[in-house]
T-cell receptor, first 111, second 112 residues
Framework: GENVEQHPSTLSVQEGDSAVIKCTYS??????FPWYKQELGKGPQLIID?????GEKKDQRIAVTLNKTAKHFSLHITETQPEDSAVYFC??????????FGKGTRLHILP | DTAVSQTPKYLVTQMGNDKSIKCEQN?????MYWYKQDSKKFLKIMFS???????INETVPNRFSPKSPDKAHLNLHINSLELGDSAVYFC???????????FGSGTRLTVV
């Protein structure tokens, strides 16, 4: 079955700097890669996603890149702000009814 | 408000008890899920239902029994609770073919 590895597990970034979270997946049939943000006491919330027919997608300060050959995908957050502090999960799926999550990255934005 | 709502938000109970967590979505989605999040924040799928039919049942003890009376509801019943069942349980829903999940705010279960 699919296995998703996520790094780093914890990331501290100075406010205003960029943050990058990286994931790898094992199942070459996976074609959908969402990213979720989980704030304290809340459920995960989708922030951006990418399908395998696209190499990059951007939405304001967040962007996701996908390298299908290497089975890597990454989340980039630019100009980080205090409200970006949260746990971020990458995920992969080749069936829309089952997505497999990475183990999460706790992002701290330092003042 | 359109959302996935689950109740209760907190549940503290003794070992050996039976408890239920309820979930409802008013998004018109046809697939619902239960995920377990442990103390290390790992999110692991437990069950998935599509139009009231079970489609995913991961390696979960049979003390856990999901029930879907209609496609807007997916409840989770747990028998003979154990200390290791303590976790946050998330309900989620999605529209078939779209892959984007909407999560509830979670139920923190503590077994003492």
């Amino acid at each position: 079955g699919e296995n998703v590895e996520q790094h780093p597990s914890t990331l501290s970034v100075q406010e205003g700097d960029s943050a990058v979270i990286k994931c790898t997946y094992s199942d070459s049939a996976s074609n959908y890669f969402p990213w979720y943000k989980q704030e304290l006491g809340k459920g995960p919330q989708l922030i951006i996603d990418i399908r395998s027919n696209v190499g990059e997608k951007k939405d304001q300060r967040i962007a996701v890149t996908l390298n299908k050959t290497a089975k890597h995908f990454s989340l980039h957050i630019t100009e980080t702000q205090p409200e970006d502090s949260a746990v971020y999960f990458c995920a992969a799926s080749h069936r829309d009814d089952k997505i497999i999550f990475g183990k999460g990255t706790r992002l701290h934005i330092l003042p | 408000d359109t959302a996935v709502s689950q109740t209760p938000k907190y549940l503290v109970t003794q070992m050996g008890n039976d408890k239920s967590i309820k979930c409802e979505q008013n998004l018109g989605h046809d697939t619902m899920y239960w995920y377990k999040q442990d103390s290390k924040k790992f999110l692991k799928i437990m069950f998935s239902y599509n139009n009231k039919e079970l489609i995913i049942n991961e390696t979960v003890p049979n003390r856990f029994s999901p029930k879907s009376p209609d496609k807007a509801h997916l409840n989770l019943h747990i028998n003979s609770l154990e200390l290791g069942d303590s976790a946050v349980y998330f309900c989620a829903s999605s529209q078939e073919g779209q892959g984007c999940y909407t999560f509830g705010s979670g139920t923190r279960l503590t077994v003492v």
